[in-house]
């Protein structure tokens, strides 16, 4: 065990050592008091809370106690006593303060007053010392903490995929290029294209989409695996569900048809759910009485209700009698168009009031490698949709017979020579397999009921910022 330079907060509170000196060290949230008495709330991101700092103006220098200002970070060493004030059980009665470094009122942005998430984005480097913040990061650090549980405890392996692909064929959005070429002056081919021979993987290279394809290796020789990783995409989308830069979690399955995929991305979500209703109570508990009054009510009806299992066929035509009715979407209903998120919201929030896994999606809207059923038009893809967020789970049960695969690259105009390590799997002890991804803002932004994605990952990259 490491020896503890100071107690947490969080301890702290809930010890009952009262009469104990003990030392604290943080940054200060607000100083009031009257000239016989200074309070100091302090809080060090152990915990939502702050303790109370109780110093007698006698026992300070004046300049020690002007110093000691909203954002400067202290030390105060001092007995911890039962509190009179409403409030807290406990607090520090000070005999020691040390300041590490002040923060001048005048120009410190983040006062005591509440600041817009508008404003806070454009001070994402400070945002972590407000509440809301170091709520939201808190339970972020929990859940990512839960999904490596969760696998563990159920016999998968934690797989490292790669960030840099040279596979352009996952179709899951545009990519960013990587590369060390001289863009001022790329070396050439003789045909005036840009010769990436040159390049320093000697291909093109570009960012990950997804860890999936790589994912499916180690499922074939492992049997279960995961994957937790960041992931790009380069889409121009300006919508509160979408990053260019984002965390997802792949588990990818040997042996597994749709039945089991449903059943083991219900089970995992509503694990994780659980796992923050029963370990960030105070963290949630703030965020609902500050943004989303309904939010641990919503969590709760997640897990205590079974998925709607509904085909894609059936959710169109839910969604037509809607429209029948007077219901104005935005974009088109039709069988073969993709769900927008108006849609997906509609049949999880207005038609059947829980999460909703959409299977058996027309084969034109989703990608190559997705299991082709015997209708010759649908694959077994599966979506889950929930409230507020719309789709938070994308996956599939996967292609595993060769002949298919290889038509079906040669229908959508792919290389089969960049995929031929993909295609070897289906030679060779190919077996039936499944999988899926989950966003991880995705599932934060739902847990923490905040409503933009930007503020549920510490540094946001959308078009046109890459800030801090
Ligand atoms: O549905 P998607 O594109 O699926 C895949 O990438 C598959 N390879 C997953 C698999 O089967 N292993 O993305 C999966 C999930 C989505 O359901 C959504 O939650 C999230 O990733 N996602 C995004 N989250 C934030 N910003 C974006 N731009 C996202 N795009 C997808
Ligand atoms: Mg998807």
């Known amino acids: 065990m490491i020896t503890p330079t100071r107690t947490l907060i969080a301890e702290a509170l809930k010890s009952s050592a009262q009469g104990k000196e003990i030392t604290v060290k943080g940054w200060v949230r607000s100083k009031r008091g009257a ?42 060493t ?40 508008e404003f806070l984005r454009e001070i994402a480097y400070l945002r972590p010392r407000t509440n809301t913040f170091g709520a939201v990061f808190r339970i972020r650090h929990a859940m990512a903490f839960a999904i490596h549980k969760y696998f563990n405890d159920n016999g998968f392996y934690y797989l490292h995929t790669p960030l840099i692909t040279a596979s352009d064929a996952e179709g899951a959005g545009a990519m960013f290029q990587v590369t060390t070429l001289d863009m001022a002056n790329p070396p050439r081919t003789e045909d ?52 260019a830069e984002f965390w997802m979690i ?33 963290d949630l508990a703030f965020l609902e009485k500050m943004y989303d009054e309904e939010l641990t009510a919503r969590l709760r009806s997640v897990v205590e209700n079974d998925f709607v299992r509904l085909d894609y066929t059936e959710g169109i035509e839910i969604l037509k009698t809607a429209v029948q009715k007077g219901h104005k979407f935005e974009f088109p209903v039709d069988w073969g168009l993709d769900l927008q998120s108006e849609h997906e919201r509609y049949l999880v929030e207005k038609h059947f009031k829980k999460p909703v896994i959409l299977i058996n999606y027309p084969a034109g809207i989703k990608a190559f490698y997705m299991k082709q059923n015997t209708d010759g038009k649908t694959v077994q893809a599966m979506d889950v949709l929930f409230p507020r967020i719309g789709e938070i789970i994308g996956g599939s049960v996967r292609e595993e017979s060769y002949e298919k695969l290889k038509a079906k690259i040669h229908a959508e105009g792919m290389s089969e020579q960049e995929l031929w390590w993909y295609m070897d799997t289906r030679r060779w002890g190919s077996a039936p397999h499944a999988g899926f991804g989950l966003g991880f803002e995705r599932l934060i932004l739902f847990v923490t009921g905040m409503a933009n994605i930007r503020d549920v990952i510490p540094f946001p990259r959308t078009p046109k910022n890459a800030e801090f």
């Not at 702050?50 to 006698?58: E, R």
């Not at 995929?261 to 994780?272: G, H, I, Q, R």
Request: hydrophobic share 40%; net charge negative.
């Open 35 to 76: 000239k016989n008495v200074a309070f100091i709330a302090l809080n060090d991101g152990s915990t939502i809370h702050n303790i109370q700092i109780v110093a007698d103006p006698a026992a300070f220098p004046e300049e020690l106690l002007a110093k000691v200002t909203t954002g400067a970070c202290i030390r105060a």
């Open 78 to 117: 001092g007995t911890l006593v039962e509190s009179l004030g409403s409030g807290q059980p406990v607090e520090i009665q000070a005999k020691d303060i040390e300041i590490y470094g002040e923060a001048d009122p005048t120009d410190y942005p983040l006062q005591k007053k509440g600041h817009s998430l």
């Open 192 to 243: 005036g294209k840009i010769n990436y021979e040159e390049d320093f993987f000697g291909k093109h290279t570009s960012l990950t989409v997804s860890g999936q394809l790589e994912g499916e290796l180690g499922a074939l020789a492992l049997g279960q695996i995961y994957t937790f990783g960041p992931t790009f995409r380069a889409e121009n989308s300006n919508t509160p569900r979408h990053l």
């Open 250 to 282: 792949e588990p990818e399955v040997a042996f597994y048809g749709l039945q089991e995929d449903m059943n083991l991305a219900e089970d995992f979500l509503k694990y994780l759910i659980l796992y923050a209703l029963d370990n960030c109570a105070d």
